[in-house]
């Protein structure tokens, strides 16, 4: 196993982790171990990307994982079981990142929406789990061909007006924002209502359907922040750049919900193979970065892609919501998702983070 680390060591002393590029000192507050891992991606190279957890509306032991797999031979979106078990997959091409919303109308019906940009072709995916197949099914009007090239994606869903959005980006740093409507023969078409344009290339990507924030990462700069309303000022702000608390490339991003109105927005900083937490209220004060270390069993991350964060229980192992992630150097030789218990994360804190498990992002 890589890097064997002793945990207990790790946690009762301050590490300073000094980034030899920048010669930057970065406190890394926490180290955790993950408790699960899904089954490695088919290819050997950086295949694994972007996670996404779907919550069963009934029962969190039957909730999914859908990871992306970018594999030339054998692309597709990989749906993984709470045991980690791949149950399903795709057979679309390759995909880089993946996001769902819950509850969109379509005919008579309200299905959970997922939806990826397809690197091959530059279209945009759109399915709808079928929770009692364990399975995404494809429900695009048409083939929905983007103007930029793909790369990173997210959702957004006005809570207001009940409106869903794909964001796409790309490496040049151009961001196009499409309205989600239904065609009126049971599937989902889309319309470009929005595009912005930031200094660098871009792929991590999050949306606070709630505040109505939407968080971009520009890689080798840091963390932007828009209105995620379309009709909005197409100015942001930069929350935090490359320094003490991220270190290039700022990766994935994912917003925990603890209340209505708080939380937290995480961001993979792949650099030094650790998370960085803000303050999902007010001008996301940075709290503290953990990182994720080996166990006994399981290997710990590093370089992660994308992330995606629960709050809700996700089943018996995951009852207090997880943190799921993909590990760029798996010790069984190719990539795979590791999962950490939330609760492990919060506890691990001084003062603790929140651990709210009732506030439903089944919205």
Sequence with gaps: MKNKINLSILCAILILSACSKDNIVRVTDAYVNATMETEPVTGRDDVADDPCVWVHPTNPSLSLIIGTDKDENYPGLRVYNMDGDQVFTTSNEKANNVDIRYG????????????????????????????????????????????????????????????????????EGNVEQYKLFDNGSGKVDAKLVRTLRLPGQLEGCVADDILGHLYLGEEENGIWKYNANPNSSEDGVLIDSIGPNLAAD???????????????????????????????EGDNKFIGRFAIVDSENI?????????????????????????????????KGKQNFKVVPWENIASSF??????NNKWSIRY
């Design 299 to 331: 290997d710990g991350t590093s370089s992660t892609d994308g992330i995606d964060v629960c709050n809700m229980s996700l089943g018996k192992n995951f009852s207090q919501g997880a943190f799921i992630v993909q590990d760029d150097e798996n010790d």
């Design 104 to 171: 969109m109308k379509v005919g008579s019906n309200a299905y959970d929406i997922v939806t990826t940009g397809l690197r091959v072709s530059n279209t945009l995916g759109v399915y709808r789990v079928d929770g009692n197949s364990k399975s995404l099914i494809s429900i695009a009007a048409r083939k929905i061909s983007l103007g930029i090239e793909a790369y990173g994606s997210c959702m957004y869903k006005d809570i207001a007006t009940n409106t869903f959005y794909a964001i796409i980006n790309d490496k």
């Design 250 to 280: 700022v990766e994935g991003l994912t917003i925990y919900y603890s209340s209505k109105t708080t939380g937290y927005l995480i961001a993979s900083s792949q650099g030094d193979n650790t998370y960085a937490i803000y303050t999902r």
């Design 350 to 355: 001084n003062p603790p983070l929140s651990n």
